[in-house]
């Protein structure tokens, strides 16, 4: 009996620190960087870093000095990047490859839309705690982007939860277990009609939510050196850029475990190397690409594509999911 | 084994910052231009970060005028350790035509420890990109020694 | 009823009522001079109203056993006078979940107030008249959603609305709080007095003022004179709910009150406008189309939350930002039950500005910053409040909110109506744009560059931070458990307001409405405890790793004069005073909705007479709603 409590309680804790989580959020997203950086540069015909870069990146900035500007308040300054941090893996814990998931059954896809914000708002805590005026202008930016994103967010889970809702038979579904099962069962989401616009609005606000270009406003390099990490150095910084790693990893595989869910073989191994593949392709679609044919927006310009271009698609999709096509 | 993987990657992932002192923007433009897809820094790793907090190397150009040294001075010491100063073109190493200017502060040298001097009116990319990577060697031995 | 023996339980309602009431009498008769302790001007009085404030508490905690989970009405007859020949005499208190879920968090809000208040108070001149308003109002709201008679309802709306309009006042020093007490003086007595028109207009035709019994003879006997009753009621109970079209005044109010009396406004007073409109369309008109009457409540309901989140963002104002977010939350509380966590949050936030206003004097966001420094738990009490109403994991307003969005959405799929669709959404959005606000605030307010006069600021006393953190402990449990909370609170109040039969026979009446069973099914799921159980292993390797990684190896100065190296990067300048915050934090956003914030700005001229236009013609378009829809 204790026995098998001790080895379920490993299990978890496989889980949280090895696979889905910790070990395999930091490779993969890492990778996923990596391999974005590189197509970039191969787009704009250079030869561009190493896949490894982000790793010697990370290793890099742990080596350095880390400095706490006086103007600092220390401790949310030094904790907000680790909060964030923690709180992706769990959200990656959430998220469903093809059947298998780690934590299904602890949170619905409205619990995820609202645990996206507290990596975010870690980041925005962390860049008011550290006093500087760049960091007040980007984390101005960064709530602006976020407010952006929701709505387009909003309408796109909305129809999902009415899609398979439908289809089941229960009206409505919000459990992220339930739409990777019924994908599993029916076939991935993509192949109906009411879902093709609202997988065009997801693939757009992917960008938007991992602050890559045309909207990564908030963290313009050029314009307000680095906005909320202006003040970071060291290993807090290095963590903040292995967040946005795993918030690259997370949106990506959001994404493939909403419309793709229904892709994979039924062995977890396999299907966790197809998933990653889709992510690749996510990736490489939705933020290599756009990356390398756009220049930065102004924010209110973000805002105004978000909440009228995006969500027109997302509504399309509610749209069509209401009267159950 | 991490102290080795950090030196490695620290010569692997320079980043560099960059303060114009004054500079005819001769020198900005050709550093610009090893980023073009011709050269391509960022194929050693090379990146401009947008804050001195996240650089590794700073990069000097522009003969440092009146107005700025206190500017550039307060900017490097800004940087976390280890870190390089470089300086770019004749003006931060000489004062070049400025020299002798009542405005103008060059040599940089004076002021603070400077790691390499990259020479040139403007300087060659090939000769930028020679210069980063002494820098970066320098910086890899920095890091050892913390 | 066993009168002789006055520890049955079937008394605690009164008692929790009068205690106030003694309260307010014993300190008013003990005069008006303040004592010489400065750390407590109003001497005994203070703990008289605390013990007044606790004993009430203790009296409704007592009650829960009986009422939320035994399900008993408590029917009390004052004076033992009853019915007779069928139609009710007396003055009845009737206590039944949906009273007792609204009188416990009023009481708890009253306390937390209370003893922040001594220590809060203590710059301020004539405090023991302070502590006298304070029992009234206690009291008032107490009688109110304990009242079983809607006569005694009307008479308790009015002692609570004039002890808050003279508490509104009450600091005259400050600027616009005569302005801001007049304009709800002035509304909120055309608020009462519509109150009291729908009251006599029910007693003209049934020749009861007992709840009950109207609950068991209106059905039935519907005619245009009870709509239009019911429209004079509703817009009476607006006024003192501050939603929409009211809430210019709650601004006000809230700008000019002290804190202390802001937690009352926000956290007592308008649930008790909330509790008279439910008591209203669930209990007494509930035949009369009420769907209909929902989909009303919540289409006003998601109007006030728009129109006020969007209003907050434009404030510069710490507390009128609090004020104006306190009615949004309104809106989620007309939509559903989070009016319990509301409370709580709400209560903690304005206590929060409190200590703010006592320590630096101001409330302009454009003058603060950096608070975190000198006040680091005030800060993270803020921080609790700020992550609560704006429905971030694991906190309390995430529980709440995230049910009425199921809620809410089921409902729009049942029954087909787009406009709980369109409610669905706007409350998702409306959560991020609290966010954004909340972020505004704690950079302006607690992050960011501290000012040179705030300099020598201090953490504040022990006493308010105590008030705060009773609030911030009850968001968390409450955020942490709400399955428990829903079984315990929500659920039998939930209940009782859907099962009038036995609210009316309880009373002693008669009536041909049939029990209702309510039962709650979820389509999503959230489990708060293993969640955080989840991110506290993560946190803990991450910091594990972090630590062991010599993460905490920072540089850092303590020197007065701090070296270039720990200034923080100007492009290289010198280091001065640069806070980014203040009003118009979210330009980006703003700058897409000018043409609507510049017609809101319009709109919302500051003057009386406007708003008493305003609440004319509300009650002219509810008038019609009645007289069309139902």
């Known amino acids: ?325 | 084994m991490f102290k080795n993987l950090i030196a490695e990657s620290t010569a692997k992932s320079p980043w560099l910052f960059h303060i114009n002192s004054g500079s005819c923007n001769g020198c900005d433009i050709e550093l610009v231009a090893v980023l073009t897809p011709r050269y391509d820094v960022e194929r050693l790793g090379f990146k401009l970060a947008g804050s001195p907090r996240q650089a590794d190397i700073v990069v000097v150009t522009g003969p440092v005028t009146k107005l700025s040294l206190d500017r550039v001075l307060r900017t490097i010491d800004q940087v976390p350790d280890p870190k390089c100063v470089v300086t770019m073109g004749s003006c931060p190493q000489s004062g070049n035509v400025f020299k002798g200017s009542y405005s103008v502060c060059a040599p940089l040298s004076k002021y603070v420890h400077v790691d390499v001097d990259i020479a040139g009116c403007a300087p060659k990319p090939e000769a930028i990109i020679d210069g980063l990577a002494k820098a970066t060697e320098i910086l890899k031995t920095k890091r050892g020694q913390m | 009823m066993n009168f002789a023996n006055m520890t049955d339980y079937h008394h605690f309602p009164i008692y929790a009522i009068m205690v106030l009431f003694l309260g307010a009498f014993i300190i008013a008769a003990s005069g008006g001079k303040p004592s010489k302790n400065p750390n407590n001007p109003a001497g005994f009085r203070a703990w008289i109203a605390l013990i007044a404030t606790a004993a009430s508490l203790c009296f409704l905690i007592a009650l829960i056993r009986p009422v939320m989970l035994g399900g008993e009405v408590i029917a009390y007859w004052m004076g033992s006078r009853g019915i007779s020949g069928g139609y009710a005499i007396g003055i009845a208190l009737e206590v039944d979940a949906l009273s007792l879920f609204f009188a416990l968090l009023i009481a708890t809000a009253v306390f937390v107030s209370a003893v922040y208040s001594i220590r809060y108070m203590v710059h301020d001149d004539c405090v023991p008249q302070y502590y006298v308003l304070y029992c009234l109002l206690a009291g008032g709201v107490l009688g109110l959603v304990l009242s079983g008679d809607i006569f005694n309802m009307f008479v308790m709306v009015e002692i609570l609305t004039f002890a808050a309009v003279a508490l509104t006042a009450f600091r005259t020093k400050v600027y616009g709080a005569l302005e801001a007490a007049f304009k709800y003086l002035v509304v909120g007595c055309m608020g009462s007095t519509a109150i009291l028109t729908g009251v006599i207009m029910l007693y003209a035709q049934y020749h009861t003022l007992n709840l009950a019994q109207l609950a068991s003879l209106i059905p039935g006997t519907m005619n245009n004179a009870t709509k239009l009753a019911f429209a004079f009621l509703y817009i009476g109970f607006s006024t003192k709910a501050f939603i929409v079209p009211f809430h210019p005044l709650a601004a006000d109010a809230h700008g000019a009150a002290p804190a202390s009396i802001s937690v009352l406004i926000s956290g007592v007073l308008t649930k008790s406008g909330i509790y008279g409109i439910m008591r209203l369309t669930y209990f007494l008109f509930q035949t009369m189309g009420l769907g209909r009457m929902q989909f009303m409540l919540v289409f006003i309901g998601s109007v006030s939350m728009f129109v006020c989140v969007t209003m907050a963002l434009a404030q510069h104002d710490f507390k009128r930002l609090l004020a104006y977010h306190s009615i949004s939350q309104i809106g989620y509380v007309l939509a559903a039950y989070h009016a319990m966590n509301h409370t709580l949050f709400k209560g903690l936030l304005f206590l929060a500005a409190g200590a703010v206003l006592h320590e630096t004097g101001t409330t302009d966001l454009g003058k603060l910053g950096g608070l975190s420094k000198k006040m680091p738990h005030t800060t993270v009490l803020f921080l609790i409040g700020a992550f609560s109403i704006s429905g971030v994991p694991p906190f309390n307003g995430f529980a709440s909110k995230w049910m009425i969005y199921q809620a809410s959405y089921q409902k729009a799929v049942d029954t087909g109506n787009i406009g709980f669709l369109l409610v669905t959404v706007i409350a998702l959005v409306t959560s991020t744009l609290t966010l954004a606000s909340f972020v505004k605030v704690s950079q302006s307010v607690f992050f960011g560059q501290l000012p040179k006069e705030y300099e020598n600021v201090k953490e504040v006393p022990f006493g308010m931070r105590l008030a705060m953190g009773i609030l911030a402990a009850l968001c968390v449990v409450t955020g942490l458990f709400p399955k428990s909370v829903t079984a315990l609170l929500t659920e039998p109040a939930a209940k009782a307001a859907a099962n009038v039969g036995s609210y009316i026979t309880s009373m002693g009446f008669k009536t041909s409405l049939p029990a209702v069973e309510v039962s709650f099914v979820e389509a999503g799921v959230w489990e708060p405890i293993n969640w955080l159980l989840i991110l506290c292993i993560a946190l803990l390797a991450v910091t594990i790793v972090a630590v062991a990684g010599k993460y905490d190896r920072v540089s850092e100065t303590t020197s007065e004069n701090v070296e270039t190296k720990y200034q923080l990067f100007y492009g290289g300048e010198e280091n001065v005073y640069s806070q980014v915050g203040g009003g118009d934090l979210f330009w980006g956003f703003k700058h897409n909705w000018r043409h609507y914030f510049d017609f809101m700005h319009k709109l919302h001229s500051g003057v009386v007479n406007d708003y008493a236009l305003w609440a004319v013609v509300a009650l002219a378009l509810a008038i019609v709603y009645m007289m069309i829809a139902l």
């Open chain 1, 1 to 325: 009996m204790t026995a098998s409590i001790f080895l379920n309680g490993l299990q978890y804790l496989g889980y949280i620190l090895i696979f889905p989580g910790f070990l395999f959020c930091f490779l993969c997203g890492m990778l996923l960087t990596g391999i974005d950086r590189k197509l970039v540069a191969r787009m704009q015909k250079r030869v561009g870093p190493p896949i490894l870069q982000p790793f010697y990146d990370f290793f890099k900035l742990c080596g350095k000095e880390t400095i706490v500007p006086a103007a600092a308040s220390r401790t949310t300054f030094l904790m907000a990047p680790l909060v964030g941090l923690a709180a992706l893996v769990v959200i990656q814990l959430f998220i469903p490859i093809r059947g298998f998931s780690a934590f299904s059954g602890m949170a619905d896809i409205i619990v995820i839309l609202y645990l996206l914000l507290i990596p975010a708002l870690a980041a925005i805590l962390g860049a008011a705690a550290s006093g500087s005026p760049y960091a007040g202008v980007g984390l101005s930016r960064e709530m602006v982007t976020i407010i952006a994103c929701e709505l387009p967010l909003v309408l796109v889970l909305l129809a999902i939860a009415k899609t398979v809702g439908n289809a089941m038979g229960t009206g409505l579904c919000f459990s992220l277990s339930e739409i990777a099962r019924y994908q599993v069962e029916n076939g991935s989401l993509i192949t109906k009609l009411s879902m093709i616009p609202a997988a065009v609005a997801f693939a757009m606000v992917i960008p938007g939510e991992t602050g890559s270009h045309p909207f990564d406003t908030a963290e313009a390099e050029t314009e307000i050196c680095e906005g909320m990490h202006a003040e970071y150095s060291g290993a807090p910084l290095a963590v903040f850029k292995l967040s946005h790693a795993v918030k690259v990893l997370t949106m990506t595989s959001l994404f493939v475990a909403l419309f793709f869910g229904g892709v994979g073989t039924g062995i977890t191994a396999i299907d966790g190397v197809i998933v990653f593949a889709l992510c690749v392709v996510a990736t490489a679609l939705f933020i290599s690409f756009v990356h390398a044919v756009t220049a930065r927006l102004k924010i209110e310009q973000v805002f105004k594509y978000y909440w009228t271009v995006v969500s027109g698609l997302a509504l399309i999709s509610l749209v069509l999911a209401w009267y159950g096509l």
